[in-house]
T-cell receptor, first 112, second 113 residues
Framework: GIQVEQSPPDLILQEGANSTLRCNFSDSVNNLQWFHQNPWGQLINLFYIPSGTKQNGRLSATTVATERYSLLYISSSQTTDSGVYFC??????????????FGKGTLLTVNP | DGGITQSPKYLFRKEGQNVTLSCEQN?????MYWYRQDPGQGLRLIYYSQIVNDFQKGDIAEGYSVSREKKESFPLTVTSAQKNPTAFYLC????????????FGPGTRLTVT
């Protein structure tokens, strides 16, 4: 099946710093989502971005489908950005089932 | 409010007992999914259903069972055959009408001792 690798596994920032999280995947995809998992375990949808670029406030994401990677940018980080960020993809070869395969996540800690 | 609800939030069971986790959605979504998360790991797919009365095994279906008798409901039973049932379980749904984005419920944390 499709492989998803996220980097870095851990990231520690000072409040106000910018960061880039990366997601590499091994096959063409028809779905790519970025999530933020809060301390209570809830997965918050950040972006649905199988290709192209999107922005939402201080967050933006870019997926280069032909090169099989996606980037999540966090600017002017705040302590509330702390948590685990997951990339999840559904492979085109998986048909119309849109089953998501998750990476292992990036644990982000933003210190005040 | 529209959304996905899972109950209970925390569940404790003795080894050897079956337990059923609830997942309900009022988003009128066709597809529903169950994932499992272990500490420090990503989510793994257990079962999914694209329409009522139909479901398929995911990557780690052994020891689990599901039903999809109603569009709004997709309960997951963790049977005594599941060797390591203690985990965080998340339910998700997707519209199914050409919209691929999945949305997740708040999860149920199951502890088996």
């Amino acid at each position: 099946g499709i492989q998803v690798e996220q980097s870095p596994p851990d990231l520690i920032l000072q409040e106000g710093a910018n960061s880039t999280l990366r997601c590499n995947f091994s096959d063409s995809v028809n779905n790519l989502q970025w999530f933020h998992q809060n301390p209570w375990g809830q997965l918050i949808n950040l972006f649905y971005i199988p290709s192209g670029t999107k922005q939402n406030g201080r967050l933006s994401a870019t997926t280069v489908a032909t090169e099989r990677y996606s980037l999540l940018y966090i600017s002017s980080s705040q302590t509330t950005d702390s948590g685990v960020y997951f990339c999840a993809v559904a492979s085109r070869s998986g048909g119309s089932n849109y089953k998501l395969t998750f990476g292992k996540g990036t644990l982000l800690t933003v210190n005040p | 409010d529209g959304g996905i609800t899972q109950s209970p939030k925390y569940l404790f069971r003795k080894e050897g007992q079956n337990v059923t986790l609830s997942c309900e959605q009022n988003l009128n979504h066709d597809a529903m999914y169950w994932y499992r998360q272990d500490p420090g790991q990503g989510l793994r797919l257990i079962y999914y259903s694209q329409i009522v009365n139909d479901f398929q095994k995911g990557d780690i279906a052994e020891g689990y069972s599901v039903s999809r008798e109603k569009k709004e409901s997709f309960p997951l039973t963790v049977t005594s055959a599941q060797k390591n049932p203690t985990a965080f379980y998340l339910c998700a749904s997707r519209s199914g009408t050409g919209l691929n984005e999945q949305y997740f419920g708040p999860g149920t944390r199951l502890t088996v001792t």
